[in-house]
């Protein structure tokens, strides 16, 4: 799977998920995930990846099929195939989600139902992403994670 865009956080937050996986948050309030026990709890039930960027702003998203010496390594669950990469502040929540309006800052990619491992390397204001199909669905993070 190869693909490249861009997205702007002003949030410096990247979010993965797909968008079934993480319905059950559509009613909740927009920031649920600022609270960090949601965050993780949400992030180690397999549900959503969240990447702290260190800084708001543009990045370049490049979907590869591998990354060797990955800065980050998340498992999800991936229930409908249909999987959202973007702004942190885009993620379900407020009654909304993500869809194809200008004004989400994004991109939605669709995969084959299963469970997925994230890697994600960091190069400037690139980031690399790839999504392994395996046998990993749930993490065991003790705090979120942040790229420096």
Not at 20 to 42: F, N, V
Not at 53 to 78: A, F, M, Q, R, T
């Amino acid at each position: 799977m190869r693909d490249s865009f861009s997205f702007t956080t002003d949030t410096a937050t990247l979010a993965i998920f797909d968008l079934q996986a993480i319905k059950h948050r559509k009613t909740d309030t927009p920031d649920w995930w600022s609270i960090p026990d949601d965050e993780l709890h949400e992030m180690n039930e397999g549900n959503i990846a969240f990447v702290g960027l260190v800084d708001d702003g543009v990045y370049s998203i490049e979907l590869v099929d591998n990354i060797e010496n990955p800065d980050v390594e998340v498992c999800i669950k991936s229930p409908s195939g249909e999987i959202f990469i973007g702004a942190g502040e885009d993620t379900t929540g407020g009654d909304l989600e993500p869809d194809d309006s200008e004004y989400i800052s994004g991109k939605k990619i669709f995969i084959t139902p299963g469970s997925y491992t994230i890697f994600v390397k960091k190069e400037e204001d690139n980031l690399l992403v790839s999504l392994v199909k395996g046998e990993c669905d749930s993490n065991s993070f003790q705090e979120s994670i942040r790229l420096d």
